[in-house]
């Protein structure tokens, strides 16, 4: 009798477990989240949200920085998505050129640093990190070929390099836009576009992800990879023979942002989340990918992490770039395009 009694209070337990699991499941909601951060960095923070809001459950939708503002231009009759969480400020304030962005000050605004927040009146956005261009080198693939390491952009241009390097498309890679742009910040218009002429000689191919020149380098179906610094970092601590160089010249580089979908259907959650990620535990957590976060005192970088990055990155003018988006595309495209691979 007594165990018979025990079996049913254990079962009534369970029951009553299952009945709460299913019942929070059952009101669990769902936020569409659309981001171009590295995916390991955008499930760590999606992971770090949703633990601490666990009646929230995130559907992410990652891809490159343009594909995904196209997507929300597309959208934007009907926004499918809440929020964006990791995308170049320029591409951000081009989609709000275009009304796409919901003005938002998130609760942590005042607390993250001056140049990682969108200073106007009424913010769209505010900042996770930044990230610069670099080259990714495999070693043994160049001493096989006799190449040498170059030390600056113009060293790519050398012939000796033709037909050696791959890079991704800005019509579709934020990273290649940062690139392009720092080309025309560091040598200026003219010299910019000159510069990337005699680079296109030596280009096998341009890309759609701004992390696969350095996959490529690192398995070493190119020597030279034009791409940041994550990406070669992660390849070297897997064993890869990746050197990572900071040309001479210095660093283009962009924010990654969050802003808010105008007319999100979840508005209440996403404005959540755009407070947490604009908190300092999110920002402990991208400071495992990059060294530039929202708060100056957070840095904690990856072994083989190249140093000095900050001290090249370029002066940007973000607004501008913004203004000058889609005419510089468009001139890049009528130049280079030939090179551009149809998307799989």
């Not at 070693?139 to 096989?144: I, N, Q, Y």
Request: glycine letters at 8%; one cysteine or more; a negative charge.
């Amino acid at each position: 009798m007594v165990a018979s009694t025990t079996r049913r209070f254990v079962l009534a337990a369970l029951l009553a477990g299952a009945l709460g699991t299913s019942s929070a499941l059952a009101e669990q909601r769902t936020l569409t989240v659309y981001s171009s951060l590295d995916e390991d960095q955008a499930k760590a923070l999606a992971d770090g949200f949703m633990a601490a809001n666990p009646d929230i459950k995130i559907e992410m939708i990652n891809g490159s920085t343009a594909p995904i503002i196209a997507r929300v231009i597309a959208e934007g009759a009907n926004p499918q998505g809440d929020v964006i969480m990791g995308n170049a400020v320029s591409a951000l304030m081009a989609a709000d050129a275009k009304g796409l962005l919901e003005s938002y000050k998130p609760a942590n605004y005042d607390a993250v640093s001056s140049v990682m927040r969108d200073i106007r009146e009424n913010p769209v956005w505010v900042g996770i990190d930044a990230w610069a261009a670099s080259v990714c080198f495999n070693t043994v693939e160049a001493e096989k070929l006799g190449l040498t390491v170059p030390k600056s952009w113009k060293d790519l241009t050398d012939s000796a390099y033709k037909g050696h390097i791959t890079m991704p498309s800005p019509l579709s890679s934020g990273t290649a836009f940062l690139a392009v742009n720092g080309w025309l910040t560091a040598f200026g218009e003219e010299g910019g576009w000159k510069y990337m002429d005699a680079l296109h000689e030596n280009i096998l191919q341009y890309g759609h992800s701004g992390s696969a020149p350095c996959r490529q380098a690192a398995a070493g179906e190119t020597v030279i990879g034009i791409s940041y610094s994550t990406p070669g970092v992660k390849a070297i601590n897997d064993g890869a023979p990746i050197k990572i160089i900071l040309p001479e010249e210095g660093l283009g580089w962009e924010i990654e942002a969050t802003a808010i979908i105008k007319g999100a259907k979840n508005m209440d959650d996403a404005r959540k989340l755009a407070d947490w990620v604009s908190s300092r535990e999110a920002a402990q957590i991208s400071a495992k990918f990059l060294p530039i976060t929202a708060y100056d005192d957070i840095s904690e970088l990856p072994p083989n992490y190249p140093e000095g990055e900050k001290e090249k990155l370029l002066k940007m003018d973000f607004a501008s770039l913004a203004a000058n988006r889609e005419a510089v595309m468009a001139e890049w495209q009528k130049r280079y395009g030939t090179k551009v691979p149809p998307k799989q």
